[in-house]
């Protein structure tokens, strides 16, 4: 088992920046992928940005490129997601998934068995 602990959401300006945690425990999770998803009312699950824990290799959706980036610490067991140059459509719940086996799939949301409890982050125009 593997437990996620999001943190670091909040509320900012159209503009702004913010740096979201997920910390995982019960078991290592080197050869894990990991990721980030958000969700915003009355819209599916979205995949922002995915990381192969043990190479480091990450990959992006759509909406993150060139705006969010996504890294790990080792030593921590923890996952970042830095967010710049928000903006108002950026407004949702954020989450963070864990899984062994996505691969090439990392983008669906169905792959993954473990998540966190989610994150509230809102952008103000």
């Known amino acids: 088992q593997v437990q996620l602990v999001e943190s670091g959401g909040g509320s900012v300006q159209a503009g702004g920046s913010l740096l979201l945690s997920c910390a995982a425990s019960g078991r290592t999770v080197s050869r894990f992928y990991m990721a980030w998803f958000r969700q915003a009312p009355g819209k599916e699950r979205e995949f922002v940005a995915c990381i192969a824990w043990n190479t480091g290799i990450s990959y992006y959706g759509v909406s993150a490129k060139g705006r969010f980036t996504i890294s790990r610490d080792n030593a921590k067991n923890t996952m970042y997601l830095q967010m710049n140059g928000l903006n108002p459509e950026d407004t949702a719940v954020y989450y963070c998934?864990?899984?062994?086996?996505?691969?090439?799939?990392?983008?669906?949301?169905?792959?993954?068995?473990?998540w966190g409890q989610g994150t509230q982050v809102t952008v103000s125009s």
């Open positions: 998934a864990a899984d062994r086996g996505v691969g090439y799939y990392y983008s669906a949301a169905s792959n993954y068995d473990y």
